[in-house]
């Protein structure tokens, strides 16, 4: 433990080997990890980020860049085919999409026979594969996911 409080507490990012000696990182890395071994397995624990060149009085800043970036955010576009009814796209919105009342899944419903696609669902990137998987694999006739 002592060997994690001195990486901790150094200037710079620091790794403990498997000798338990304590080395710096590549100075190009923004993000300090320590390596231990407990019973025979490794262990990775951060220690902390840092901006390497950014020093203030002598102490390295925190890095905030990449902590204030928002998660990638997609749109679910479904398109018009000859192929599936009003009633089958409905079940599947309603089934799928969390919150979506059958209304609101009819009014979808109709925009895409009329316009030929909808934009039936906007969220975080991974929720959004999972929505797009899922709606495809009851074959509604789904657009490429698109970056908001």
Known sequence: MEMLNIAARAAQPMEINMKSQVVPLHNSLK??????RRHGAFAVIACHTVAMASTLKGRPIRDTALQSRSYPHYRIIILDDDVNTFQHVVDCLVTFLPGLTRDHAWAMARQVDGEGSAVVW???QEQAELYHMQL????????PLEPV
């Not at 495809?136 to 657009?143: Q, V």
């Open 31 to 36: 993000c300090g990890y320590a390596i231990r």
């Open 122 to 124: 906007t969220g975080p």
């Open 136 to 143: 495809g694999s009851h074959g509604l006739t789904m657009a």
